[in-house]
């Protein structure tokens, strides 16, 4: 059954209710730096598991046990739909325009490319650049993040080695950039997936010692709100969205899994992965708030003791975020490294390759370490970036593509009421991820400035 498509006249596949799906060449199996779909689900896993899920006790404090309980699954439900949408509307392009996979910022061209709209075609590299630019951003906000995650917990364990905190954290990131510059010069997913998948065993088992706490603890549950108020709601939401980190690295996996299909498959690589990761979410919200009610702190981790057992969820939790930290970078070297390596060895062609690549690595991470020792009250402020990123490439740019991508399809595959059904909830969503950065905006300017009235 097949028919033409009606931008590009190839063969296309209909599903049963005649609705364009992908060319016939999806079901092909991807070779060289591939991983299953196991590692595939681990990686984005550990690319969504970190620090920020240890916030989640006090952002349910903020906006009250119940709601922040049915929250927690309607954002995890809007994150599910903007990145199937993504990967389907991905899929789609790269079997159009004959290539294997599509990077994030590669998609968005691609999109305009293909557009009826000529302002669109005429300017798509530069919508290439926009989304790039939100990317790179936020992957580096949150490697920044990680450094500082791994300076305090380890200025913690080491003895005292300065007088001020500043001080005593630059020397603690300069002992933690040798082991990050480390871990980010290995270049194959295969690699990648290994680390996401230590890192995964370590964030457990930091996670098990907290929640298996919180759950011996009496529960307050009876005694908590309903819901707090506007603000408080809302703060929730901002910070919600924000432990949500993995939207980035949805792409860069789906590219590196060597079946394709099974990324999207009803119980594939995304379906697995959102559920595990809105179950723990809610739990950890849920048996945090309930443990310490009005005296949770903004991170768990603090509620819970230093000595004993206890002791080790720092050294936990500072392994995780060092592979993390490598994790989350691959991002920006998938995105930009075939094109600075393009133009740099074309100027400069007497360079080796190898030199190439490892300067170039060591060029963000270094970059990385800049941010985190040089902007004062960075993990306050790297949240601002990333509820507006994070939320711009899950909740926002994917609707906006599908519904240019799949454009042409849609008139002549569905019915108008059909088509009008999946325009509004595309625009639903789209109001939904405006309203999470305004939430996350006015959360994140609220903390800016109290930390900075109290500096």
Known sequence: DEAPHPASGRAVEEDNDG??????????????????????????SKAMFNAGCF????????????????????????????????????QHLAKKSERSALDYGHFAKKVCDYSDIRFLR????????????????????????????????????????ATDRHSEMIAMASIVLIFIIAT?????????????????????LGAVVIMQFCVRQPSHHAELPFVTNFTGVVTMIGMAMYAFEGQTMILPVENKLATPEDFLAPFGVLPTTMIVCGAFMTAIGFYGYTAFGDAVMPTITTNIPSNGLYSTVSVFLMIQALLGHSIALYVVFDMFFNGFRRKFTNRFPNVSKFIVDKGFRLFWVIVTYAMAVLIPQLEIMIPLIGVTSGTLCALIYP????MITFWTDWKSML?????????????????????????????????????????
């Open 184 to 204: 980010n010069m290995f270049t194959q997913m295969r690699v990648i997936s290994f680390f996401a998948l230590i890192s995964s065993v370590f964030f457990i």
């Open 19 to 44: 609705r364009n799906l992908v060319e016939r060449s999806s079901t092909a199996t991807r070779e060289g730096d591939v991983i299953s779909p196991t590692r595939a689900v681990m990686t984005l």
């Open 122 to 161: 005429n300017n798509s590299k530069a919508m290439m650049y926009v989304v790039n630019v939100t990317i790179l951003f936020y992957q580096l906000g949150m490697c920044s993040v990680a450094i500082l995650f791994i300076s305090d917990n380890l200025a913690f364990l080491l003895p005292d080695v």
């Open 55 to 90: 916030s989640l006790p006090y952002a349910w404090k903020l906006g009250g046990l119940w709601m922040s309980f049915i929250m927690s699954f309607v954002i995890c439900g809007f994150n599910w739909y903007g990145n199937h949408i993504l990967v389907k509307s991905s």
């Open 399 to 402: 609707p906006i593509f599908e």
């Open 415 to 455: 019915t108008y009421r059909e088509r009008m059904i999946k325009i509004a909830i595309n625009c639903f969503v789209i109001c939904i991820g405006i309203f999470c950065i305004v939430a996350g905006v006015y959360t994140n300017i609220l903390a800016i400035i109290a930390a900075f009235t109290k500096a």
